[in-house]
T-cell receptor, first 114, second 109 residues
Framework: ETGVTQTPRHLVMGMTNKKSLKCEQHLGHNAMYWYKQSAKKPLELMFVYNFKEQTENNSVPSRFSPECPNSSHLFLHLHTLQPEDSALYLC?????????????FGEGSRLTVL | QKEVEQNSGPLSVPEGAIASLNCTYSDRGSQSFFWYRQYSGKSPELIMFIYSNGDKEDGRFTAQLNKASQYVSLLIRDSQPSDSATYLCAGFNDYKLSFGAGTTVTVRA
């Protein structure tokens, strides 16, 4: 395995379901991110984990719950979502140091909330 | 105010022409800037980054940065149909990238 892998690639869930998105990076990076991408809108940063510590939470609703058990794995737990949460959820990783910021993205998890 | 703004497009150019993409940013603390390309249904992939004023060239791509004007641009020379994609501009500050909404480019054969 190389790069950043995300599972599942596609997910359809009802508003009362509980599901999780998984991300794994094989690049030895120390930071991982969740972004949301909706049509015609900029990528929205949701969560940042730097050395496993959450350093950013951009006012994301509590129905999204991140978990970072180690520097290689990142989860996004989903519960009681709304139809407007349907989007592409992208995981990314980087080697965080001052003055740089190249992100390596996974292929994304396409979420549809019915 | 959006942190990063891009010309909305879409931009249509003939094959072999130059495609010019523009981006402005509001955060003067932004330290470096990135151009990502995203094909439909795919995740973004890095084209190039720039952190010093002036031009940076990589093959058919040239990034330009003017920190005084808070302006970043990307030129694609000799555009090819395979360059048809959405191009995302992003500014890096401290520990996060802030993205623009993207400009969709179509190269006509």
């Amino acid at each position: 395995e190389t790069g950043v892998t995300q599972t599942p690639r596609h997910l359809v869930m009802g508003m009362t379901n509980k599901k999780s998105l998984k991300c794994e990076q094989h690049l030895g990076h120390n930071a991982m991110y969740w972004y949301k991408q909706s049509a015609k809108k900029p990528l929205e940063l949701m969560f940042v984990y730097n050395f496993k510590e959450q350093t950013e939470n951009n006012s994301v609703p509590s129905r999204f719950s991140p978990e970072c058990p180690n520097s290689s794995h990142l989860f996004l737990h989903l519960h009681t979502l709304q139809p407007e949460d349907s989007a592409l959820y992208l995981c990314a990783s980087s080697q965080m140091y001052r003055g740089a910021g190249e992100l390596f993205f996974g292929e994304g998890s396409r979420l549809t909330v019915l | 105010q959006k942190e990063v703004e891009q010309n909305s497009g879409p931009l249509s150019v003939p094959e072999g022409a130059i495609a010019s993409l523009n981006c402005t940013y509001s955060d003067r603390g932004s330290q470096s800037f990135f151009w990502y390309r995203q094909y439909s249904g795919k995740s973004p992939e890095l084209i190039m980054f720039i952190y010093s004023n002036g031009d940076k060239e990589d093959g058919r791509f040239t990034a330009q940065l003017n920190k005084a004007s808070q302006y970043v641009s990307l030129l694609i020379r000799d555009s090819q149909p395979s360059d048809s994609a959405t191009y995302l501009c992003a500014g890096f500050n401290d520990y996060k990238l802030s993205f623009g909404a993207g400009t969709t480019v179509t190269v006509r054969a």
